[in-house]
Nanobody, 121 residues
Framework: EVQLVESGGGLVQPGGSLRLSCAAS????????MSWVRQAPGKGLEWIAY????????GYADSVKGRFTITRDAAKNTAYLQMNSLKPEDTGVYYC??????????????WGQGTQVFVSS
């Protein structure tokens, strides 16, 4: 059974830090690009970061660049999102995504159930 299980969310004050984890099982983790996507209250999904299969390349949305860092640990089949200098607008549900290209025109992806982050004083 494929599973992506996020953890590490919670309540934090502005300026604080959190580290989210995404534990993967049931598929070959090292073959998948991992991403974090969030959804703020009342808004749509926002992609915020990705990391390639071997971690050689990362990318970030402008809204989090310089504050968030995505990493992965192949030995633990886990992806992480280190979030520093948190702002109230970072509040939302954070989802982990695993993506692989299955052909030139198709992909396969998995989603976690999400973990809530609430930034407030």
């Amino acid at each position: 059974e494929v599973q992506l299980v996020e953890s590490g969310g919670g309540l934090v004050q502005p300026g604080g830090s959190l580290r989210l984890s995404c534990a993967a099982s049931g598929f070959t983790f090292s073959n998948y690009v991992m991403s974090w996507v969030r959804q703020a209250p009342g808004k749509g999904l926002e992609w915020i970061a990705y990391i390639t299969t071997r971690g050689a390349s990362t990318g970030y949305a402008d809204s989090v660049k310089g504050r968030f860092t995505i990493t992965r640990d192949a030995a633990k089949n886990t992806a992480y999102l280190q979030m520093n200098s948190l702002k109230p607008e970072d509040t939302g549900v954070y989802y982990c995504n695993a993506l692989i290209g299955t052909s030139i025109v198709s992909t396969k992806e998995y989603w976690g159930q999400g973990t809530q982050v609430f930034v407030s004083s």
